[in-house]
C-alpha cells in the first residue's frame, strides 16, 4: 500500500528518513518546476527545492490537513521562498534556461525554442501575483483549492487572479506574434 503524504510527513517529523526520502521523491520535481517557472533559473529553483524541503521538516508541525493537501503546503512554501528570491534580485540577472530537446529539423527545433522562449518571457513578465497562478494552476496542474492554500487566499481570489493573469499572457503573447506580421494584426481603418 502506498503511504500518503500526510502519513510521509507524519513519519519524517519523526526521524524516519526513509519516509522522508519517499515524500522528496514524490514532490521535489512539481516544487522543482513551479519555482523554475516562477524565476527562470535553474539555479534559484534548486535552492528554493532545497530549502522548501528543509522548511518542511522545520516547519512540518505546521501542516493542516484540513486546510489542504502537503503538496499544497509546500507549494505555499516555495512562493514565499521565490518571492523573496525575486525581492532580492534584479530581473535583468535572471537567467532563461532552454531545455528543449531539439527534433531531427533544424528549422522545426529553432521555431520551436524560439516559441518557448517567448512564452516563458511572457510568463517571467507578468506581476508575481498573477504569475503564480498561472504556474499552479496551468503550468503544475494545481486545483483552485490547491492554489489558494498555497497561496493562502480564497479559491474566488484564485480564480480571478487566473482569469486576468491568462488575458494578460494572452495579450503579451499576441503582442508578440503580431511583432513580425505589423500588416495582418494591425486593425482595419475603414
Known amino acids: 500500500m502506498i503511504a500518503t503524504d500526510a502519513a510521509l510527513l507524519e513519519q519524517a517529523l519523526t526521524g524516519a528518513e526513509d519516509a522522508f ?17 516562477m524565476t527562470g533559473s535553474t539555479a534559484i529553483a534548486e535552492d528554493v527545492t532545497q530549502e522548501a524541503f528543509l522548511a518542511l521538516l522545520l516547519q512540518g508541525t505546521r501542516y493542516d490537513e ?4 502537503v503538496a499544497s503546503f509546500l507549494y505555499g512554501i516555495a512562493r514565499n521562498l521565490v518571492l523573496r528570491r525575486l525581492d532580492r534580485r534584479a530581473w535583468a540577472e535572471l537567467e532563461i534556461d532552454d531545455e528543449c530537446a531539439g527534433p531531427e529539423d533544424l528549422l522545426e527545433d529553432l521555431t520551436r525554442r524560439e516559441s ?6 511572457a510568463v517571467l513578465s507578468l506581476p ?6 498561472i504556474v499552479l494552476c496551468d503550468l503544475q496542474d494545481s486545483s483552485y483549492e490547491e492554489a489558494a ?6 479559491v474566488g481570489t484564485v480564480r480571478s487572479r487566473l482569469n486576468r ?5 494572452a495579450r503579451k ?3 508578440v ?9 494591425s486593425p482595419k481603418i475603414s
Open 177 to 185: 506574434a503580431c511583432a513580425g506580421r505589423s500588416i495582418e494584426c
Open 21 to 37: 526520502t519517499a515524500l522528496y521523491r514524490r514532490r521535489q520535481g512539481g516544487v522543482y518546476r513551479f519555482a523554475l517557472q
Open 165 to 169: 493573469g491568462r488575458t494578460m499572457l
Open 66 to 69: 484540513t486546510r489542504g493537501t
Open 173 to 175: 503573447l499576441r503582442g
Open 128 to 133: 508575481p501575483v498573477f504569475r503564480e497562478v
Open 116 to 121: 518557448i522562449e517567448q512564452v516563458r518571457q
Open 149 to 154: 492554500m498555497a497561496l493562502d487566499c480564497p
